[in-house]
């Protein structure tokens, strides 16, 4: 059985306030195995996890580059070239209320993990994406 991974975006942030030590403490408990954070180093090498205003920012920038599920449900046959080329497959992210197609947060994840092969998921809810 393939191992499945599943990445708590910013903590469990459907549940709690994003990026603070309730969310990632409760990700953890949900059953997450990794925590997606917002961290910043400042000038002085101090890490600090951003503010709403530079996650907005940091967004419409990495919103260009990550592997959008609407990417990966438009062009299945990327997972497999990524693949081949020896890369990871991560789509983001998935939260309730997006689901569409699918009903849940679970059937889609899991339709990309086990239908379509990516190698992890990011979503803001853990508890729902387990084996």
């Known amino acids: ?69 609407a990417l990966i449900a438009a062009q299945p046959d990327i997972v497999d070239l990524a693949h081949a080329a020896g890369m990871r497959v991560t789509p983001w992210t998935f939260r309730a209320g997006a689901t569409a197609p699918f009903d849940s947060v679970a059937a889609e994840t899991h339709h990309h993990l086990d239908a379509l092969g990516v190698d992890a998921v990011i979503t803001d809810h853990p508890e729902l994406v387990q084996p």
């Open 1 to 69: 059985m393939r191992r499945m991974h599943v990445i708590a975006h910013r903590g469990a942030s459907a549940y709690a306030p994003e990026n603070t030590l309730a969310a990632f403490e409760l990700a953890v408990r949900q059953g997450a195995g990794c925590l997606e954070h917002d961290l910043q180093v400042t000038r002085d090498g101090v890490a600090r996890l951003a503010n709403r205003e530079r996650i907005a920012s940091i967004a419409a920038f990495a919103s260009g580059i990550g592997p959008a599920k």
